[in-house]
């Protein structure tokens, strides 16, 4: 039975973040002098996706990494400005649907984003309800290597709010989300709002896909 919901957050319930963080990435490196084909960047951001952004921007400048700290402190402008926000629009009836589940279910959220730009920008600009028992962000993990698709976070919410694998389900766009549950020892369910097509989801062995999250209660019913 499930008693446990944990969310990624980007291009889950927000879309567009992946051209938000692509235009920030692109912003930074084409700023510092290094212009790379789409093909080769997406092929580098999608290497380090879900690590930290600094950790991003070494795969991308990789042959210059003296530019590092200069395209960085570029990103950062460009993140929390408005390149970032301005890209993103929410998914319709996320809100009802968080509040609904709250009733029921413990929610949680692992995620590549930060934690101050999903409490501080993304939750007020779109009224996100305060639903959440715990949000833990790859931004906050000193090891990178236990970011995903690495089991830490999702095992570090089990533990805090006393929840066991096989009564936890994760919910992704992306097959590091999916890696991740997996090593968790947890069901994933993959939105094909974001990476994942529903063919690559399957090759995967993902039992759960839902058109977009606003569809989980529904699937839910599978569970249960």
């Not at 200069?70 to 929390?80: D, G, H, L, P, V």
């Not at 984003?113 to 028992?133: A, C, E, G, T, Y």
């Not at 970011?147 to 919410?157: A, F």
Request: net charge negative.
């Amino acid at each position: 039975m499930v008693k446990l919901i944990i969310f990624d957050w980007d291009d889950v319930f927000t879309l567009g973040a992946k051209e938000g963080y692509y235009a920030c990435y692109r912003k930074a490196i084409n700023d510092v002098g290094v212009n790379l084909s789409p093909e080769e960047e997406n092929k580098r951001i999608l290497a380090k996706w879900g690590k930290s952004f600094k950790e991003e921007l070494k795969e991308l400048l990789k042959e210059k990494p003296e530019l590092i700290d200069t395209a960085s402190e570029i990103f950062e402008r460009a993140y929390w400005g408005d390149t970032f926000v301005d890209a993103l629009s929410v998914i319709e009836g996320t809100n009802e649907m968080l509040v609904r589940l709250k009733d029921k279910y413990k929610l949680a959220v692992a995620t590549g984003n930060h934690h101050k730009m999903l409490k501080d920008r993304i939750f007020p600009h779109f009224s996100i309800p305060d639903v959440f028992l715990q949000i833990i962000s790859s931004h906050e993990i000193e090891d990178q290597e236990k970011t995903k698709p690495h089991p830490y976070m999702l095992e570090v919410i089990m533990k805090n709010l006393n929840v066991s694998p096989n009564e936890t389900i994760f919910v992704g766009d992306a097959k590091t989300d999916v890696q991740m549950a997996y090593s968790a020892d947890v069901e994933p369910v993959v939105v094909l709002s974001g990476h994942l097509s529903k063919e690559e989801a399957k090759e995967l062995g993902v039992k759960h896909i839902i058109d977009n999250v606003t569809l989980l209660e529904k699937e839910l019913e599978r569970f249960n």
